[in-house]
Nanobody, 125 residues
Framework: QVQLVESGGGLVQAGGSLRLSCAAS????????MGWFRQAPGKEREFAAA????????DYADSVKGRFTVSRDNAKNTVYLQMSSLKPEDTAVYYC??????????????????WGQGTQVTVSS
């Protein structure tokens, strides 16, 4: 079992920045790929970013590419999502997720085995 706890969400003005953190416990952290997803009110959950087990490969949704950066610290069992140049359309609940898949950085939510409870990010215009 893996437990994931997100933090760092909040209210920020458009153009501002936030850094989300996701602390993991349970299974050794370096054995799973990590992803960030988000869900806006009335919309389906969507992929935002993912990072492979070593951190050597990352993937981003087009909507966040160039503004968000995903990283991980395997010694601290934590994955981060640095969000910059935030826009009102980035408002959503952000979830981190862990995948036991041994390769790549999957975009499909079905590839992820464990999920955090989510943290709210609200960007005001």
């Amino acid at each position: 079992q893996v437990q994931l706890v997100e933090s760092g969400g909040g209210l920020v003005q458009a153009g501002g920045s936030l850094r989300l953190s996701c602390a993991a416990s349970g299974r050794p952290f370096s054995t799973y790929t990590m992803g960030w997803f988000r869900q806006a009110p009335g919309k389906e959950r969507e992929f935002a970013a993912a990072i492979t087990r070593s951190g050597g490969s990352k993937d981003y949704a087009d909507s966040v590419k160039g503004r968000f950066t995903v990283s991980r610290d395997n010694a601290k069992n934590t994955v981060y999502l640095q969000m910059s140049s935030l826009k009102p359309e980035d408002t959503a609940v952000y979830y981190c997720a862990a995948s036991l898949r041994g390769w790549g950085a999957p975009r499909r939510s079905g590839e992820y085995n464990y999920w955090g409870q989510g943290t709210q990010v609200t960007v005001s215009s």
